[in-house]
């Protein structure tokens, strides 16, 4: 059973508008939620986080917004860039420190 | 300062051999973790060594197995090879153990045939 859930294996965006990567979570154990990018042929990079007790995190055109009620969590682009096209992995940890990440999400910028 | 490495980076095996790969984390982090990378599931933890010890372990057979050594590397090893453990395998590095920001290394793409 999947404990954290994208649920859009890829989504296309157009350059310049904004780009929402969804993630979904069944553990009310959680309570700290990462964003990690990947691109191919290198590990993953981490991109933002949030801790449980907030329910919005900002880093630049990164926007990491928690709804803990709904147990969903959004990444916000804006705006989104060519370089952004990346796969994208929502993560999740517990306390007992274990990490989850969903399946990612196939983000591609069009021109 | 370097990032985390691991070798072999490529790696192709035959049905019930074993491999061991390695993990050299950024220097100064004493917690280093291990995934499986497949197309159909996404990245999925295998375990996660702090100072030497096995903190917490994913949901995979005994055949996966790793340790860590006093200087912080890690090795993986898996034993009696199947197809389906064709993967990307990553390894993770961070100055705390568990929840907080982990650095991936490049990866070893393991092929069995």
């Known amino acids: 059973d999947q404990q954290v859930k994208q649920n859009s294996p890829s989504l296309s965006v157009q350059e310049g508008r904004i780009s929402i990567l969804n993630c979904d979570y069944t553990n009310s154990m959680f309570d700290y939620f990462l964003w990690y990018k990947k691109y191919p042929a290198e590990g993953p990079t981490f991109l933002i986080s949030i801790s449980s007790i907030k329910d919005k995190n900002e880093d630049g055109r990164f926007t990491v917004f928690l709804n803990k009620s709904a147990k969903h969590l959004s990444l916000h682009i804006v705006p989104s860039q060519p370089g952004d096209s990346a796969v994208y992995f929502c993560a999740a940890t517990d306390r007992d420190d274990k990490i989850i990440f969903g399946k990612g999400t196939r983000l591609h910028i069009l021109p | 300062k370097a990032g985390v490495t691991q070798t072999p980076r490529y790696l192709i095996k035959t049905r019930g051999q074993q491999v061991t790969l390695s993990c050299s984390p950024i220097?100064?982090?004493?917690?280093v973790s291990w995934y499986q990378q497949t197309p159909g599931q996404g990245l999925q933890f295998l375990f996660e060594?702090?100072?030497?010890?096995?903190?917490n372990k994913g949901n995979f057979p005994g055949r996966f197995s790793g340790r860590q050594f006093s200087n912080s590397r890690s090795e993986m090893n898996v034993s009696t090879l199947e197809l389906g453990d064709s993967a990307l395998y990553l390894c993770a590095s961070s100055s705390t153990s568990g929840a907080g920001e982990q650095y991936f290394g490049p990866g070893t793409r393991l092929t069995v045939t």
């Open positions: 060594y702090f100072s030497e010890t096995q903190r």
């Open positions: 220097s100064g982090h004493r917690s």
